[in-house]
């Protein structure tokens, strides 16, 4: 089956810093999400993104589905933001999505 | 709109017993997926149903089943319940596949 790993695993920064998380996939996809997991387990979709760039406020993702990766990036850090980053795939004819391997941000005050 | 909703949102079961979580879809959307989530992993898919057909199936014992209903909503049961149940059941909704899924606030069970 398609592997999905994330990276970095674990990402401490201050308030106010910007970062890059990265998911690298193993096959072709026809769907890409990124989520947000918050503390009480809710998965917070953030952005459905097979291909291309998109931006929501200080958040934005791009997909470069022919080299198999995608980059959520997180500019202007709030404590709000910390959490488990995770992308899930889904491959075409198989009607699950596989989860990566997540990132576990903590944003300091 | 409402959401996807979940019930109920916490459970205690012993071993060996059954169980029966619950989901509600966003309305409109005709695919329901379960997914189960161990402490400190992602979540791992067990089915998906569309318009009450089995879809998919995760590499889950036969011990999980599912089924969805005609207003679409849908049913996840597990018996003879043994400790390593004990995760979080996600539910995500869908209208159809590879559309974006949305989850639910999910199910935490423990079987003590």
């Known amino acids: 089956g398609i592997q999905v790993e994330q990276s970095p695993p674990d990402l401490i920064l201050q308030e106010g810093a910007n970062s890059t998380l990265r998911c690298n996939f193993s096959d072709s996809v026809n769907n890409l999400q990124w989520f947000h997991q918050n503390p009480w387990g809710q998965l917070i979709n953030l952005f459905y993104?097979?291909?291309g760039t998109k931006q929501n406020g200080r958040l934005s993702a791009t997909t470069v589905a022919t080299e198999r990766y995608s980059l959520l990036y997180i500019s202007s850090s709030q404590t709000t933001d910390s959490g488990v980053y995770f992308c899930a795939v889904e491959v075409g004819g198989n009607e699950k999505l596989t989860f990566g391997t997540g990132t576990r941000l903590t944003i300091i005050p | 709109d409402a959401g996807v909703t979940q019930s109920p949102t916490h459970l205690i079961k012993t071993r060996g017993q059954h169980v029966t979580l619950r989901c509600s879809p966003i309305?409109?959307?005709?695919?329901v997926s379960w997914y189960q989530q161990v402490l400190g992993q992602g979540p791992q898919f067990i089915f998906q149903y569309y318009e009450k057909e089995e879809r998919g199936r995760g590499n889950f014992p036969d011990r999980f089943s599912a089924r969805q209903f005609p207003n679409y909503s849908s049913e996840l049961n597990v018996n003879a319940l043994l400790l390593g149940d004990s995760a979080l059941y996600l539910c995500?909704?869908?209208?159809?596949?590879?559309?974006?899924?949305?989850f639910g606030p999910g199910t935490r069970l423990t079987v003590t």
């Open positions: 993104i097979p291909s």
């Open positions: 309305s409109g959307h005709k695919s």
């Open positions: 995500a909704s869908s209208r159809d596949s590879p559309y974006e899924q949305y």
